[in-house]
């Protein structure tokens, strides 16, 4: 089970995706995150995989962080972003769902590749983060 304390700035809500289990503030693995974004389900699938991660709230109106400018993390300054061990950061839900699921295959988080299966629920998460999620993102 992951560790840490809540930080102050972020309020004790089930909506807001951050529970106190789970926000490790000395892990070296960092998922950004806003609120109502696509960032939910890489948290979710962190969780599942039991990796140590810290969680860094983003502010889509001033594009901050706790740590500062969130453009220093990627140049895309949208999330969820996912900054590894190494520094390396990648973007993108579907990416990251993907990376978690590769890197704890005992996990079983997705079908087996080349797989009927596989290409179904790669069809799944990419119609999510494209299709169903631009409907939802205006009520965020």
Known sequence: MLSG???????????SAVDAEHS??????????????????????????GQDFELVRVDFRTKTTAEGDYFKVTPKGFVPALK???GDVIT?????????AD??????????????????????????ATDIYKGYQKLF
């Open 84 to 86: 590894l061990d190494d």
């Open 5 to 15: 304390d809540r930080p102050s700035s972020i309020p004790n809500n089930p909506n």
């Open 24 to 49: 490790n503030q000395g892990a070296d693995m960092k998922l950004y995150f806003s609120p109502g974004s696509l960032g939910l389900a890489p948290q979710i699938a962190l969780r599942e995989a």
């Open 92 to 100: 993108e839900a579907p990416v990251l769902l993907q990376w978690i």
């Open 103 to 128: 890197h704890n295959p005992d996990r079983k988080l997705m079908p087996g590749p080349d797989s009927p299966e596989y290409y179904r629920a790669l069809e799944w998460l990419n119609y999510v």
